[in-house]
């Protein structure tokens, strides 16, 4: 059994071992920051996805979704901002030649004062820190790190080079179009999918014959080169985004922004996460495209850390897409303005973006999820198990169909079972080994119900179903069993 400090270490292992999650290249020794799926985990992805583009776009009748290409124009990032602004204030180690993030070098830092009791100093050192990085004084965050004399974790030394931007964007070559200007042919893997709806929202608009207000949709993958790589899937260098671009009327932000803010959390908690375990926090640093901003943050096994963005964009990026394309990026409005009497007209809308990562959200689901339960059966012995308490909306399998032995008829009824379910929700068919060993590998997987076919089986049409969270087991009818997991998945 893991403690407190090492569950984290314990999810990780665990993920490997039941066929979630694999380093990338793993054979190679990995590839730092890129991660793999495997069969489990790309079934909880897939699932929890699902469960986001429908409520986005079943759900709301006036978001539709979009599947952008990763590549695109490069123009797109030079009207986005991202060429000369996606960028974070970095500083390195002369000694280990190891670079850090500015803001986690003084995070750590700040960690490390609360552990040692000094809250007092940690606060004030964040504040100062969250007051430079407003100002973009590089200069003044130098000094904060020399004055704490903050060291670098290999080296041990506070031996620091000055404060510089480094962007984050991964470039690479497009065709094979010889020219004597390398950058002719560059184009960059999309650091964020929202772009990709922006480009797209008069193609939208118009097609779909959309009326403000309304929102486009889209999951994808995005690409960044971040240099703290760390804590497993929370930060990885290419991940999965689920953005949507509320395109509404200027002057509305806030009342969308506000709305969006509370959807959301609910949308959280709608997938079992709980209230206590979600807080809101402002930004003070505005990105350069936002007029307000926050963060849900969820309370991670590594602390509190940013979940979900929630933006609100103005027509920062509408904007400049149509003085970088030079196509108009309007909206025409014949909704009549109660304070002139007179259409609203024409005009660039404003957008509040929610953006939140696929993956970070399968690292939550998974770190509420895994438990080590330990207790003592009736005849006083002591049992433990390794659970997942996946929610069953979104668990990669649903019901493993388990005939109790391989023989006398048994695995016959499990398949005609299985062949009755397979088709409504994911089903996994298993006969070897006995079966308490069976629920156990259940349990650590996360399947929510086992069926088990017994001898009674063949007399009466009745099977024993298990419940993963409960562990209880009840007798019902077959004919029963397909509503009631229905029932309960839904
Ligand atoms: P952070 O401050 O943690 O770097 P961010 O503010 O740059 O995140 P956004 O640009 O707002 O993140 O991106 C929206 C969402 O995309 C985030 O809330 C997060 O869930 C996800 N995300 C961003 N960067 C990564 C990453 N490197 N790995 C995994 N998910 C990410």
Known sequence: ??????????????????????????????????????????????????????????????????????????????????????????????????????????????????????????DAVLAEMDALLAKDDFAGLKKLIDDNKMTCAISKTCNWTDVRQFNLMFKTEFGAVASDNPDDNIVYLRPETAQGIFVNFLNVQKTGRMKIPFGIAQTGKAFRNEIVARQFIFRMREFEQMEMQYFIRPGSQMEWYNYWKEERKKWHESLGIPAEKLRFHDHIKLAHYADAALDIEFEFPFGWKELEGIHSRTDHDLGSHQKYSKKKMQYFDNDIDPATGKPYGNYVPYVVETSVGLDRLFLTILSLAYAEEKWTKEDGTEDSRVVLRIPAKIAPIKLAVLPLVKKDGLPEIAREIMNECKNSFMCFYEEKDAIGKRYRRMDAIGTPFCVTIDHQTKEDNTVTIRYRDTMVQERIAIKDLKGLIQEKIN
């Open 1 to 122: 059994m893991a403690n407190e400090t090492n569950i984290f270490a314990a999810l990780i292992a665990h993920c490997k071992e039941y066929g979630y999650i694999f380093q990338s290249s793993e054979i190679y020794d990995g590839l730092a920051a890129v991660y793999d799926y495997g069969q489990n985990g790309a079934q909880l992805k897939k699932n929890i996805r699902d469960y986001w583009w429908k409520s986005m776009t079943q759900l709301n009748e006036n978001i539709v979704g979009i599947d952008a290409a990763i590549f695109m124009h490069p123009t797109t990032w030079k009207a986005s901002g991202h060429v000369d602004n996606f960028s974070d204030p970095m500083i390195d180690n002369k000694d280990s030649k190891k670079r850090y993030r500015v803001d986690h070098l003084i995070e750590g830092f700040a960690d490390e004062l609360k552990a040692a009791g000094q809250t007092e100093k940690a």
